[in-house]
């Protein structure tokens, strides 16, 4: 059954669909005027640090507001790279050395799927999460198993920052991180594209995993 935390973990990205999409494609978006007094909004996994790189734009987080999926304040030394981020930021202006940069207002991050792993590829390249179907690809950081994906085994608790793979005929994950969990957390999560939403009994799929809804 679903917790109330993967109930509010559904809800995190506005607009999912679009985000999924955009993500997909390995940037971001913005939003908003460009101008002195305009803002910007860019979601993406974070590629680099140095303050925090996202779509190709270095923000600056020093004063930014860091909050977790359950709308908690965080602290900056918990971005890590691959996590996938939504920035809202100021105007996005050439830094002077041929890239974008922007002072970030507020950081929110989440992961899509918190769990135990269902099923493991030997080589690595394909895991399953609460029934959801993971790829793995070389641009994938994985951190908390020291040999990489491939030494993942089944009931290993992992979290995992991704985007719904554009190329695939049925819902799967493309990673950008994982990370193997040390301790069970107090509540699962997955966050993705609703499929089969059913009223009586009340009911919706994620991926190839079916729930229940009754206790929400």
């Known amino acids: 059954?679903?917790?109330?935390?993967?109930?509010?973990?559904?809800?995190?990205?506005?607009?999912?669909?679009?985000?999924?999409?955009?993500?997909?494609?390995g940037g971001g978006v913005e939003t908003g005027g460009t101008g002195p007094t305009g803002s910007a909004y860019v979601e993406g996994p974070i590629t680099?640090?140095?303050?925090?790189?996202?779509?190709?734009?270095?923000?600056?987080?020093?004063?930014?507001?860091?909050?977790?999926?359950?709308g908690r304040s965080s602290s900056r030394d918990a971005l890590r790279?691959?996590?996938?981020?939504?920035?809202?930021?100021?105007?996005?202006?050439d830094d002077?050395?041929?890239?974008?940069?922007a002072i970030a207002t507020?950081?929110?991050f989440a992961s899509d799927l918190l769990g135990p792993v269902t099923a493991a590829d030997a080589n690595g390249l394909l895991i399953a999460v609460l029934g959801q179907a993971v790829r793995v690809t070389?641009?994938?950081v994985v951190d908390g198993a020291l040999g990489g994906?491939?030494?993942?085994?089944?009931?290993?608790?992992?979290?995992?920052?991704?985007?719904?793979?554009?190329?695939?005929?049925?819902?799967?994950?493309v990673a950008t991180r994982i990370e193997r969990r040390s301790a069970t957390p107090a509540a699962f999560r997955v966050r993705g594209l609703v499929r089969d939403l059913a009223?009586?009994?009340?009911?919706?799929?994620?991926?190839?995993?079916?729930?229940d809804l009754a206790a929400t």
């Open 1 to 25: 059954k679903m917790k109330p935390t993967m109930q509010r973990a559904l809800t995190f990205c506005r607009g999912a669909l679009l985000c999924l999409l955009l993500a997909a494609c």
């Open 48 to 70: 680099g640090f140095g303050s925090i790189i996202v779509g190709g734009v270095r923000f600056d987080d020093s004063r930014a507001d860091v909050v977790d999926a359950d």
């Open 81 to 93: 790279l691959g996590m996938r981020v939504e920035v809202e930021s100021g105007a996005i202006s």
């Open 96 to 101: 002077g050395s041929g890239g974008r940069a």
């Open 106 to 108: 507020r950081v929110s």
């Open 138 to 140: 070389q641009a994938t």
């Open 149 to 173: 994906a491939g030494s993942l085994v089944v009931g290993d608790i992992v979290e995992v920052h991704g985007f719904i793979d554009p190329g695939a005929l049925i819902d799967r994950y």
């Open 199 to 211: 009223a009586v009994p009340p009911t919706l799929r994620i991926g190839a995993q079916t729930f």
